[in-house]
């Protein structure tokens, strides 16, 4: 006897966080009242989370097609192809809100999840990346959220078995009650033998595979699709429980079970579970799904149809197979210890049909599941953007020394080496280049071939002007992944923003995209994959506008590359790119003179194509020893991090008469880099920067212990470091 469903009633409806108008569109869709397993299949299709209904209509403009790009937007990850018939998939994935509830298993699911999505498309997973924002350090919750998400990233990737290589830790009031945990994967896959979602036959079984379906996660997306207010804390069963060693089983299971030949579509099961991977498998295909619930493997008695098709438990995938290689696939899910169950199969109905029990729990038209999702063109307001602040307006409170000591210190500069050691970035033995440079550097199979690999944003400056702040955050990757000698190829991206409702948030979203897309159209970047996240919100209060960037590029050889630490006594330090002194949004600006406030400094793509260009060809050939791409903190940061690398101090020359010494060495003009070079070579490379148009300036020479600024005081290496590395370990050793 199957229990009574609820009636279906206004209140039950927006607690599926569907408005009255989107749920009057439902049942005109279907053309009567839904039951209540259909209430739950349409609020997971229809949330924002996975319908993209406030965002769709912006996105469609980004730039996703480039000669090398094998998959755009829309499947699992993008795909990019990288030569020697091998191609690199890859996406990044937020899981905010459960990491605000429950920090470890919200970050350790959110790991697994993208991991996912990487293999699902028949790639073995190469490197993980991630990018974390915290509230202010002095938040009571702060340090508590710090400690689950690092050991959650680390705990996942560690026992998966994939090295977590590059990301990023910052710091603001704004994130106090909305983290942020984006977290990106990247896999190799033959060009040959890329797999899809789209289902394909009628009548072949449709294939559950991998752990068994529980009761964690119900209604996960719809959290997700939703603003934070005072009883969030009720919301932690809706935040899935991850098992690494489980993925790891399926991750090894779906690779033998591909070379088999017996798949013919695949999707994992995320968002919405077994409801989105279904629809999508056959929607994509121009099919028909049905569904029997009797026959899927749960972990939990008496589970309802409606439960078992919103949980998100982890490591489960959904697959179409040949019917005639049925018993190869199972043998092969058995032998790793994995549940395999038929659960349905395809036809040529395009009705979603989910059977219970020998009742019919759903059946609905599935093209227009998706297809006919609300699409919002949200009201938004043109960002006003901040008037640009006179540098010389700007007082030294302190000295230039003093001022550098403060800013490696700070929250947001100070060495995140308490994060990334936590994480395992060396194994499977291909970790080049590991955290603290600009790009991680990860060899492909046996090389010589390998990744550069990064995520940036800078949230404050896309605050101040979302415009450029979108074309900032792309340059700043496509700078990270040329300081380390690679070519930039593609970008994924994490679109984190506030409440989408809110005009002014609408705008700061619509402006970071257009940055964003102009940006990617001047330095062929093109974007293959992401994922938007809105309603980072907490009672009112929005998050920062974090359109966080996941860059990939390619390095020929891995044994040409750069790395930002000096290397010898007795070189000549080169600065590339103008330097004006900008101190609006800088981190000198707030973290020494104490104003949030000015224009982000401007980014001209033609001029970061054309300095970033000419220093990669420095770099591959072998001119330069050490290039390090500058962003927070400016010109005295960068000097300040190539030295704290090596342990190797410099002599540095006056600021120019026209720039005020704190805004020369600590403004954060764009399109510029330090490198180092032999004199002969820095001799030879004035001369080649000169005929190329590409400004070229001397600072001074590496040696010693210390960083001697002429006129100013010797600022000790070892000193610098040791307040560079010690803010976060002692913070975290705090009691509370």
């Known amino acids: 006897m199957t229990a009574k469903e609820p009636t279906i009633t206004p209140e039950l409806v927006a607690g599926h966080g569907l408005t009255p108008e989107e749920y009057n569109r439902f049942t005109d869709l279907i053309g009567r009242e839904p039951t209540f397993t259909e209430l739950g299949i349409v609020s997971a299709m229809w949330n924002e989370h996975c319908s993209y209904k406030s965002s769709r209509l912006h996105l469609k403009g980004l730039p996703t097609k480039a000669p090398w790009v094998i998959q755009g937007p829309g499947e699992n990850a993008g795909v990019i192809d990288i030569g020697d018939g091998l191609a690199c998939v890859f996406k990044m994935e937020s899981h905010n809100h459960p990491s605000f509830i429950e920090p470890y298993q919200g970050a350790t699911t959110g790991v697994g999840g993208i991991l996912r999505d990487v293999f699902t498309m028949g790639a073995r997973p190469v490197a993980a990346l991630n990018s974390l924002r915290f509230g202010a ?22 026992s998966f078995g994939v090295p977590t290589v590059a990301g990023s830790v910052g710091f603001h009031t704004r994130y106090d009650g909305n983290i942020l945990v984006n977290a990106m994967a990247v896999g190799i896959a033959r060009t040959d033998s890329i797999f899809y979602a789209a289902a394909a036959g009628v009548g072949n079984p449709i294939v559950y595979l991998g752990s068994k379906t529980g009761r964690d996660g119900i209604h996960g997306s719809t959290m997700a699709s939703a603003e934070f ?14 098992d690494p060693f489980a993925e790891k089983l399926l991750l090894e299971a779906c690779l033998e079970l591909m070379q088999t030949g017996s798949v013919i579509a695949i999707q994992d099961m995320g968002a919405a579970g077994l409801t989105c991977s279904a629809v999508e498998m056959g929607a994509k295909g121009g099919l028909g799904v049905e569904l029997d619930l009797d026959a899927v493997p749960c972990r939990e008695e008496g589970m309802t149809a409606y439960e078992m098709m919103l949980s998100e438990s982890q490591e489960r995938m959904l697959m179409v197979l040949d019917p005639a290689k049925q018993a190869e696939a199972e043998a092969i899910f058995r032998k790793w210890g ?22 019919v729990k759903a059946d609905l038209p599935i093209r227009e599941l998706g ?24 007082a030294a409170p302190v000295s230039n020394g003093e001022a550098l000591r403060r800013v490696l210190a700070t929250p947001d500069m100070a060495s995140k080496r308490w994060v990334w050691e936590q994480y395992d970035h060396l194994i499977l033995g291909n970790t080049v280049q590991m955290p603290g440079g600009d790009a991680a550097i990860v060899r492909i199979e046996d090389g ?25 955050a792309v340059a700043e990757t496509w700078r990270n992944i040329t300081a380390v000698g690679g070519k930039p190829l593609a970008i994924t991206d994490n679109l984190n923003f506030g409440n989408p409702e809110k005009p002014d948030v609408m705008g700061q979203f619509v402006g970071c995209l257009r940055g964003i897309s102009e940006a990617c159209i001047a330095l062929d970047f093109p974007i293959v ?11 009112g209060r929005s998050i920062l506008p974090t359109p966080t960037i996941g860059g990939v590029g390619l390095v020929d050889d891995v044994n040409v590359h750069a790395t930002l630490a000096f290397k010898n006594a007795g070189e000549v330090i080169l600065l590339v790119g103008e330097t004006a002194g900008w101190l ?17 400094p401007p980014v001209d793509l033609a001029v970061e194509k054309r300095n970033g260009d000419f220093v990669r060809g420095l770099i591959l050939d072998q001119r330069v020893t050490a290039v390090h791409d500058l962003s927070d903190g400016g010109l005295l940061v960068g000097i300040a991090e190539m030295a704290m690398a090596s342990g190797i101090g410099a002599a540095l020359k006056a600021a120019p008469a026209d720039v005020a010494a704190h805004a020369y060495w600590f403004g954060e003009d764009q399109a510029r880099y330090l490198m180092t070079a032999t004199e002969t070579e820095a001799a030879a490379i004035e001369i ?30 070892q000193d610098l470091r040791s307040q560079h590395e010690s803010w976060l370990p002692n913070y975290m050793s705090k009691a509370k």
């Open 584 to 600: 609006g949004q800088s981190i000198y600006l707030r973290d020494i003179v104490g104003r949030e406030e000015g224009a982000p």
């Open 229 to 242: 207010d005072e009883n969030s804390g009720e919301k932690r069963p809706t935040v899935q429980v991850g």
């Open 371 to 394: 297809d006919e999702a609300p699409l919002y063109d949200r009201p938004w307001n043109e960002p006003k953007g901040q008037a640009v602040l006179n540098a010389a307006s700007v």
């Open 529 to 539: 994959s992401g994922n938007v996240s809105l309603y980072n919100e907490t009672q």
């Open 688 to 717: 080649q920067a000169q005929k190329a148009g590409v400004p070229v300036a001397r600072l001074g020479t590496t040696g010693g212990a210390v960083l001697q600024l002429a006129g100013e005081e010797a600022i000790s290496v």
């Open 137 to 158: 350090p002095e938040h009571p919750r702060t340090r508590h959220l710090v400690a689950g998400v690092v050991a959650g990233v680390g705990g996942y990737g560690n």
């Open 448 to 472: 010589p071939k390998g990744l550069a690999l990064t995520t940036d944003v800078t949230p404050r400056y896309c605050e101040a002007d979302p415009v450029e702040g979108g074309r900032q």
């Open 338 to 359: 994995l549940d395999f169950a038929v659960v349905g199969h395809t036809t040529d109905t395009l009705r979603f049909v989910v059977r219970h029990q020998g009742e």
